[in-house]
C-alpha cells in the first residue's frame, strides 16, 4: 500500500505563486507516475500534470508555461510549483500515485491522497 500526503496549499492573490508538494510512504516504490488532478465542487476532477519514474512529463494544457512538475525519487517526493495563479485556478488539488505508464486519467491512478486546498482571490 502507499499513502500520500499533500501540503502547500492555501490563499494567494491573482500572478502570486504557490509550491505544492506531496510525500509518499509505504510501498512507494512501485509507483511508476504520479500526478496532480484538481476538482472544484459540482465538477469532475481533471488532469493537471503529470510525471513519470524516468522525470517525462505531461500537462494540461491549460497549465502549459505556468506550472512545473518536478518530483525527488530519493525522497519519495513530487512538487507542483504554480506560478501566474488566476481565480480559475482556484479547486482542491489532489497527488495521485499510478503503478502504470503515461495514465492520463483519474481512473487509472491507484492512490490518492487527501487533497489541498488552493484558493486564489482576484
Known amino acids: 500500500q502507499v499513502q500520500l500526503v499533500e501540503s502547500g496549499g492555501g490563499l494567494v492573490q491573482a500572478g502570486g505563486s504557490l509550491r505544492l508538494s506531496c510525500a509518499a510512504s509505504?510501498?512507494?516504490?512501485?509507483?511508476?507516475?504520479m500526478g496532480w488532478f484538481r476538482q472544484v465542487p459540482g465538477k469532475e476532477r481533471e488532469f493537471v500534470a503529470r510525471?513519470?519514474?524516468?522525470?517525462?512529463?505531461r500537462y494540461a494544457d491549460f497549465v502549459k508555461g505556468r506550472f512545473t512538475i518536478s518530483r525527488d525519487n530519493a525522497k519519495n517526493t513530487q512538487y507542483l510549483q504554480m506560478n501566474s495563479l488566476t481565480p480559475e485556478d482556484t479547486a482542491a488539488y489532489y497527488c495521485?500515485?499510478?503503478?502504470?505508464?503515461?495514465?492520463?486519467?483519474?481512473?487509472?491512478?491507484?492512490?490518492w491522497g487527501q487533497g489541498t486546498q488552493v484558493t486564489v482571490s482576484s
Open positions: 495521485a500515485g499510478a503503478l502504470g505508464v503515461g495514465t492520463l486519467a483519474a481512473s487509472d491512478y491507484n492512490y
Open positions: 510525471i513519470e519514474w524516468n522525470g517525462r512529463t
Open positions: 509505504g510501498r512507494s516504490g512501485s509507483v511508476w507516475t
